[in-house]
């Protein structure tokens, strides 16, 4: 059975990314994809969580086995996508950047019952994904900054100024 995702992103109102993944993918191998997809280093944490239409968090799929007991608790490595994911329409999101509350927000759009998928791939993508970290746009900023200000600050060897305008008196 193949499942087929659609995924947006309110920062980024261009960008859209459909992927394709077998029911018996887990949620790490869809975690993956995206990763791979947006451009983005797989070293942050992420969760899915699976939403009802108002986008209220209703289940989580976590990275990290946190070990909660008596709850019901999921980890992407270890839940297939057809352990929570049954008909089209289904909506989930996906966080990857919790400081910021940042998220995609994904959409079950098709089910293909009589087909089998090894891999997972990307069937469209158009535009470009939000950062995944805010702050890495100003940090290149300020890089910039400081190379402009290192080629001003540059005011030759010691040698230079006093080879033009003598040694320097004491105060």
């Known amino acids: 059975m193949i ?14 990314l459909e992927v ?4 018996k993918h887990s949620f790490f191998d869809f975690h993956t994809i995206i990763q791979k997809s947006v451009g983005f280093e797989s070293h942050q944490l992420a969760s899915f969580f699976v939403s009802d239409k108002r986008r209220k968090k209703l289940v989580e ?3 990290l086995d946190l070990g909660i007991n008596g ?17 089209q329409g289904q909506q989930l999101i996906y966080t990857y950047d919790f400081l910021n509350d940042r998220s995609f927000f994904i959409e079950l759009t098709g089910i293909v019952m009589e087909r089998n998928l090894i891999e997972p791939f ?3 993508k158009q535009g470009d994904a939000p950062v995944q970290v805010l702050g890495e746009e100003i940090l290149i900023d300020e890089q910039e900054d400081l190379m402009q200000e290192e080629v001003y ?18 105060f």
Do not use: C
């Open 122 to 124: 990307v069937t469209l």
């Open 61 to 63: 799929i976590s990275m």
């Open 20 to 23: 394709a993944l077998d029911a």
């Open 3 to 16: 499942y087929q995702f659609k995924i947006v992103s309110q920062e980024s109102l261009h960008f859209q």
């Open 153 to 170: 600050m540059d005011f030759g060897e010691l040698d230079d100024y006093i080879e033009l305008y003598g040694e320097m008196d004491d």
């Open 71 to 87: 709850a019901a608790f999921f980890v992407m490595q270890k839940t297939k996508l057809s352990d929570l994911l049954n008909s």
